[in-house]
């Protein structure tokens, strides 16, 4: 079965600080999105990656093939990252299937 | 370049009425997908199209639900007799279906539906 799991739930941090968000899947896939969701808002998409490393600002994300793994990093925290961050895996065909998200919360 | 766009934003319907939710995709698009956000739920699949075919609809209710990309317009979806439970944020993603596979897909600022 297809399957994506996202960990934590809910994450609450000052700001400035490192942020990780994990993403776990149950089979081989194709590629892997990480999308963010500010609250009553649309979704914008922020990386799909097939394999290694991508970075764009202050965003990081990296997936691991061989543990069925990525994650999402943030650097340097800041209030407006305050969103619902979500992964969203291809298997092997077009649609995703998605984690049920980590709501980021950046205290000032 | 415009990104995807759809219409309305928000939508009310009453229990029984038809809803129809319009997505015009990225310029040099041809994929549409459409998901489904329940309240306090992930997204889920709804249907995959290419101009004018059905691709995957595996994730549509078998009934009152339909969904199409003419060959010129956007693509529909089409909600009859709606009920309650249909109240949901409609997410419409276009890709560009190009053979160097997998395509990014954009999402669409989604549309609101409540049913009353």
């Known amino acids: 079965k297809n399957e994506v799991e996202q960990s934590p739930q809910n994450l609450t941090a000052q700001e400035g600080e490192f942020i990780t968000i994990n993403c776990s899947y149950s089979?081989?896939?194709?590629?892997l999105h990480w999308l963010q969701q500010h609250p009553g808002g649309g979704i914008v998409s922020l990386f799909m990656l097939s394999s290694g490393k991508k970075k764009h600002g202050r965003l990081i994300a990296t997936i691991n093939i061989q543990e069925k793994h990525s994650s999402l990093h943030i650097t340097a925290s800041h209030p407006r990252d305050s969103a619902v961050y979500i992964c969203?895996?291809?298997?092997?065909?077009?649609?995703?299937?998605f984690g049920t998200g980590t709501r980021l919360t950046i205290i000032p | 370049n415009a990104g995807v766009m759809q219409n309305p934003r928000h939508l009310v319907r009453r229990r029984g009425q038809e809803a129809r939710l319009r997505c015009s995709p990225m310029k040099g698009h041809s994929h549409v997908y459409w998901y489904r956000q329940l309240p306090e739920e992930g997204l889920k699949f709804m249907v995959y199209?290419?101009?004018?075919?059905?691709?995957?609809e595996s994730g549509m209710p078998k009934e009152r639900f339909s969904a199409e990309f003419p060959k010129e317009g956007p693509s529909i979806l089409r909600i009859q007799q709606v009920v309650r439970g249909d109240s949901a944020a409609y997410f419409c993603?276009?890709?560009?279906?190009?053979?160097?596979?997998?395509?990014?897909?954009?999402f669409g600022p989604g549309t609101r539906l409540t049913v009353l």
């Open positions: 199209l290419q101009k004018e075919n059905i691709i995957d």
């Open positions: 089979v081989g896939i194709s590629a």
């Open positions: 969203a895996a291809l298997f092997g065909n077009e649609k995703l299937t």
């Open positions: 993603a276009s890709s560009t279906g190009t053979t160097r596979s997998p395509n990014t897909q954009y």
